[in-house]
């Protein structure tokens, strides 16, 4: 077996059975990898029948695919509304460990974070520190997706401070990735657990510190906050452990 065609079965492989288990976002993701290492394959097969037998599976594998991808759409536009916070402009109290805390769990699997900003320093550090919670408290968690918009300008620092981040996750055994979407405007977190957290500033609702030297400056339960609203939706459906 050519070495092309070993890796498409190990990655379609592994997506089946995370299908299985419900790990949705990384079994949809080892499809889209998997088919198109398939596809290679069979560009380059000249026997007749074997390049047939290469466009069936990827017919096949396709189809699931485009299932499981309209599954985790769903995820996004069903569920009854679980809990509204409107967090006041200059209040504090408002940390990621009250907003996501009750949520993040052993049940929680996999997290998709849709978030169009995510350049700036502050914004990629905020980005980290949402993980670390995700991590110490979801002790199932094995994937962190992450959409958002690429940024042109900067000379791929925000490209460099995601392999930086993916790097760091795989160490405790968590997958990340990031995808690019230049359409994209919703903020929300995604979690496997069924819950949906909408923030109407995404995780970019805290205000600078005025100085490193005072409260707030690294525990965020102390740090000002910009005026928002938080809605939590729950999905029996879309919960997967």
Excluded at 89 to 94: N, V
Excluded at 155 to 162: I, L
Aim: net charge positive.
């Amino acid at each position: 077996m050519a070495t092309g065609q070993m890796m498409a079965v190990t990655l379609l492989t592994r997506a089946i059975e995370y299908d299985v288990v419900g790990r949705k976002l990384e079994a949809l993701k080892l499809y889209e990898d998997g088919i198109e290492s398939l596809l290679k394959e069979s560009k380059a097969e000249t026997d007749p029948k074997r390049k047939q037998h290469f466009q069936n599976k990827i017919l096949e594998y396709m189809n699931r695919a485009e299932q499981v991808k309209e599954l985790v759409s769903r995820w996004k536009n069903k569920g009854v509304i679980s809990d509204k916070i409107h967090i006041v402009e200059g209040s504090t109290g408002y940390s990621y460990s009250r907003i996501f805390g009750k949520y993040f769990n052993d049940d929680v699997r996999e997290i998709l974070i849709e978030e169009p900003y995510v350049r700036d320093h502050y914004q990629v550090c905020n980005l980290v520190m949402f993980c670390e919670l995700a991590v110490s408290s979801c002790r199932n968690v094995k994937y962190i997706q992450l959409t958002t918009v690429k940024d042109a300008k900067n000379n791929n620092e925000q490209g460099r401070a995601f392999d930086t981040l993916k790097e760091s996750l795989q160490k405790h055994t968590v997958k990340f990735v990031v995808e690019y979407s230049e359409h994209m405007h919703d903020r929300q977190v995604i979690l496997s657990n069924g819950y949906v957290v909408k923030i109407g500033r995404g995780l970019n609702y805290f205000k600078p510190s005025p100085s490193k030297y005072c409260l707030g400056a690294f525990n965020y339960h102390f740090r000002e906050c910009r005026e928002t609203n938080v809605d939590v939706f729950y999905c029996p459906e879309n919960n997967k452990s």
